[in-house]
């Protein structure tokens, strides 16, 4: 009762998918998707400062929609539960880990925003963390209990305040230049994910993350072939950076892909394909 209650007070902040891919407000959705439906469900949590959620939503209208599976989506972070969770199967995440509850003078930090000719007191920009302890740990279990995580882009960057949810996420952002092109190299072509995925093409951010479980859970790799590097504190990164990885966790999977600034990244035909494959992996379809 508690969980189905938890979830149409999510929905009344979330769009569904209906089966025939049709965008729909939160009491047609559920009317639309039978409720002896066996697909698996699937919650997705995107947008923030610096991702506008809509290009994400695109995005993933046309992944679910290939794949015929509902999913319902929410911007707010502070409805992710432990009881939401429970009505899940996958949990999909691509927003940061930061919010600015004070507010900011816009989306993007351009310095020029600074030197306004007409310029006032605006709030201090200091960002916070969403994440709280009790989400980590929501997280966390729902994969370890059999759930899956799949976590795209800067998602990663989340790990910087969440100690549970890196552990199950598997690794940390760390720093990311300008929009630039790259390559990202496929290195265990074995994997499910893989499958039939070729090397390719994005301009996009390369993200340089750390990555703290076992290598042979690597998928993919970026690299810069024009020799451009990424730095930290001073500190040269090179010219590669993991770009994704997957495994089991508990009873659940969990994979990453660094890709996805863009909407043109995310639909790069190569790395679509991947993403559905993921999906598919993450539900124990294939």
């Keep these: 009762m508690g969980s189905a209650l938890s979830r149409r007070r999510l929905l009344k902040g979330v769009g569904t998918l209906a089966s025939a891919g049709v965008l729909l407000d939160a009491g047609e959705g559920n009317r639309a998707i039978p409720s002896d439906d066996q697909r698996p469900r699937v919650l997705a949590l995107f947008g923030d400062r610096y991702h506008n959620a809509d290009y994400i939503r695109v995005a993933l209208i046309k992944l679910f929609q290939d794949l015929n599976l509902p999913f319902d989506y929410t911007i707010n972070y502070e409805q992710v539960s432990a009881d939401v969770l429970r009505s899940y199967r996958l949990f999909v995440v691509l927003r940061d880990g930061m919010i600015w509850p004070h507010g900011?003078?816009?989306p993007n930090d351009y310095e020029y925003s600074r030197a306004l000719e007409s310029n006032r007191d605006w709030p201090q920009e200091q960002?916070?963390?969403w994440i709280t302890e009790e989400q980590g740990a929501a997280i966390k279990d729902f994969v370890k209990g059999g759930g899956a995580l799949y976590a795209l882009h800067n998602s990663s960057h989340i790990s910087l305040s969440s100690q549970d949810y890196r552990e199950v996420m598997g690794g940390a952002y760390i720093m990311h230049p300008a929009l630039r092109p790259f390559?990202?190299?496929?290195?265990?072509k074995q994997h499910p994910i893989t499958r039939d995925v070729q090397d390719f093409m994005v301009n996009d951010e390369q993200h340089f993350v750390t990555y703290d479980k076992d290598p042979k859970y690597i998928l993919l790799q970026s690299e810069n072939t024009d020799g451009l590097t990424g730095s930290d504190a001073g500190k040269d990164l090179g010219t590669k950076s993991i770009a994704g990885w997957a495994y089991d966790f508990g009873k659940g999977r969990?994979?990453?892909t660094a890709v996805g600034h863009t909407l043109h990244a995310l639909w790069e035909p190569e790395y679509f394909?991947?993403?559905k494959n993921a999906i598919r992996w993450l539900l124990k379809m294939s």
């Design 273 to 275: 394909k991947l993403q």
């Design 254 to 256: 969990v994979a990453f």
């Design 183 to 188: 390559k990202v190299l496929v290195v265990n």
């Design 127 to 129: 960002p916070e963390r």
């Design 104 to 106: 900011y003078l816009e």
